[in-house]
């Protein structure tokens, strides 16, 4: 009976965000490490984004059915009730939310309920099944957990904080509409509005171009503010550019589209994974006059 609680949760989402995390809180803390405060921040987050995932399975089921990639779901198949998922959900949320009100800092936690309220309410309930535009929305919600694990230890929200805000939001986008290609056919059957069922691969594949290109110069940010270094300058360039470059393939003559997509969305989990182990090793101390974006 466990494995439906475990699957409803979506490990592999829960993974990837681990990551992000680990990369804020290791870029802040820049080599003094209070361990106990990371392990209560990459739990809770853990329980934060299994809440967020169970709750979106309860919602999704609906349009889960009409999906190969997601027909086989928990909350799907009827190995978890929709109201089963709902009440856990609910309850690793309160567990999550509870630990980092004890562990970390009301800016952390003031960005972890956004970022729930965005995924759970706005992108879930409604952006997602009724505007082209949920995808952007949407990207808010999944540049959290790195912001989080920054906040828990600085406790403030600045510059260094708002390029990683900026920089995973604008990620999030290409790794989408790829996915959105290569998955053409689900969408459409569940007749979700994302761009390229509902305006075209063309203009998918523009916006794809684009965003990776912004995504470029906003990873150079962070060493150019004096918060990492050479390092981070060099892996963030290196894997951002062969990302953009892989983008623009899908001009080629005679491309296939969904093979494309697939190489654009492995890109860019090796990208932002490269820059999220980067930045936390690559750390460097910051200047008290770069720190002007204080809440």
């Keep these: ?120 309410g706005l992108y879930s309930l409604w952006m997602k099944r009724k505007s082209v535009y949920g995808t952007l929305v949407g990207s808010l919600s999944g540049a959290v957990p790195p912001v989080v694990g920054y906040c828990a230890v600085s406790g403030q929200f600045d510059a260094g904080a708002a390029i990683l805000l900026l920089m995973f939001s604008l990620w999030q986008m290409p790794h989408s509409y790829a996915i959105a290609i290569f998955r053409y056919d689900d969408y459409a059957a569940a007749k979700i509005p994302v761009l390229p069922v509902a305006e075209g691969i063309a203009k998918a594949k523009r916006q794809i171009v684009l965003y990776i290109a912004v995504f470029c110069l906003v990873t150079a940010l962070l060493p150019l503010g004096g918060y990492t270094g050479l390092t981070f300058m060099a892996v963030s360039c290196a894997t951002s550019l062969w990302w953009l470059v892989m983008a623009f393939n899908g001009y080629r003559r005679g491309v296939e589209e969904q093979g494309w997509a697939r190489r654009v969305f492995v890109l860019s989990i090796i990208t932002i994974t490269a820059i999220s182990v980067t930045m936390a090793l690559d750390f460097r101390a910051v200047p008290d006059a770069l720190l002007v974006l204080n809440s």
């Design 1 to 120: 009976m466990i494995r439906p609680y475990l699957k409803v949760t979506k490990p592999g989402i829960i993974m990837g965000n681990l990551i992000s995390v680990a990369g804020g809180f290791f870029l802040a803390a820049r080599g003094d490490i209070d361990w106990s405060l990371m392990w209560a921040t990459v739990l809770a987050l853990s329980l934060v984004v299994a809440s967020g995932c169970a709750i979106n399975n309860c919602i999704d089921r609906d349009i889960d059915v009409h999906m190969r990639r997601t027909c086989n779901r928990v909350t799907v198949t009827g190995e978890l009730s929709g109201r089963a998922a709902l009440i856990y959900g609910l309850l690793l949320g309160v567990l999550g939310f509870g630990l980092l009100a004890v562990r970390t800092n009301g800016v952390a936690v003031g960005f972890a309920v956004f970022g729930y309220a965005v995924y759970v």
